[in-house]
């Protein structure tokens, strides 16, 4: 059974903190990880994606991607109240996402 | 990134009957995917789509409830027949970009609520 794994929160984060979400999977023949965003009623946005062991850094987000340890995570720096949201942790395997089940971010003024 | 449009966005259906759901591509794209959202869960595999061959289901999906057709490199569809409250859900169509699909992007989804 390939599996992916998020809390589940709400993870509660102050108004320009750093909030960090975890995700770990099974498949070790997954081949990119993403992280989506999803509010409400909304369908899934792409927030990034990386592949490479390491860091991947985009304005106020950074994705880091350990493969060995079968683990990847997303910070998402100087938190807005926009941000919150649901944040979708996927892993793909030729073009065949699996999502996890997703953690809710609920950012604090 | 690719865009990609869906119709309808929503639709209230009544128990029994079927709805054929569009997604279209703006750029040609190797397989398209189906996905299904239930309330308050996360997304689930339906149906992986290529253009000229069967569609290939996950596991707990048939053809004869999601039958889905692929007539070209733009475009899709999926239809939810036999229609049960069960099956009020958003359902997504995805495509991938990039070598080794390093790049996913959904539709806007359609919600579907059945009654």
């Known amino acids: 059974q390939k599996e992916v794994e998020q809390n589940s929160g709400p993870l509660s984060v102050p108004e320009g903190a750093i909030a960090s979400l975890n995700c770990t999977y099974s498949?070790?023949?997954?081949?990119?990880f993403f992280w989506y965003r999803q509010y409400s009623g909304k369908s899934p946005e792409l927030i990034m994606f990386?592949?490479?062991?390491g860091d991947k850094e985009d304005g106020r987000f950074t994705a880091q991607l350990n493969k060995a340890s079968q683990y990847v995570s997303l910070l998402i720096r100087d938190s807005q109240p926009s941000d919150s949201a649901t944040y979708l942790c996927?892993?793909?395997?030729?073009?065949?996402?699996?999502f996890g089940a997703g953690t809710q971010v609920v950012v604090t003024p | 990134s690719a865009v990609i449009s869906q119709k309808p966005s929503r639709d209230i259906c009544q128990r029994g009957t079927s709805l054929t759901i569009q997604c279209q591509v703006d750029?040609?794209?190797?397989?398209m995917f189906w996905y299904r959202q239930q309330p308050g869960q996360s997304l689930t595999l339906i149906a992986t789509?290529?253009?000229?061959?069967?569609?290939?289901?996950e596991s707990g999906f048939v053809i004869d409830k999601f039958p889905i057709s692929r007539p070209n490199l733009t475009f899709s569809t999926l239809t939810v027949s036999n229609m049960s409250p069960e099956d009020s859900s958003i359902y997504l169509c995805?495509?991938?970009?990039?070598?080794?699909?390093?790049?996913?992007?959904f539709g806007q989804g359609t919600r579907l609520t059945v009654v």
């Open positions: 990386i592949y490479s062991n």
């Open positions: 498949d070790r023949g997954s081949q990119s």
């Open positions: 995805s495509v991938e970009e990039g070598d080794g699909g390093t790049e996913a992007f």
């Open positions: 750029s040609q794209v190797t397989m």
């Open positions: 996927a892993v793909s395997s030729w073009g065949k996402l699996q």
């Open positions: 789509a290529n253009q000229g061959s069967e569609a290939t289901y």
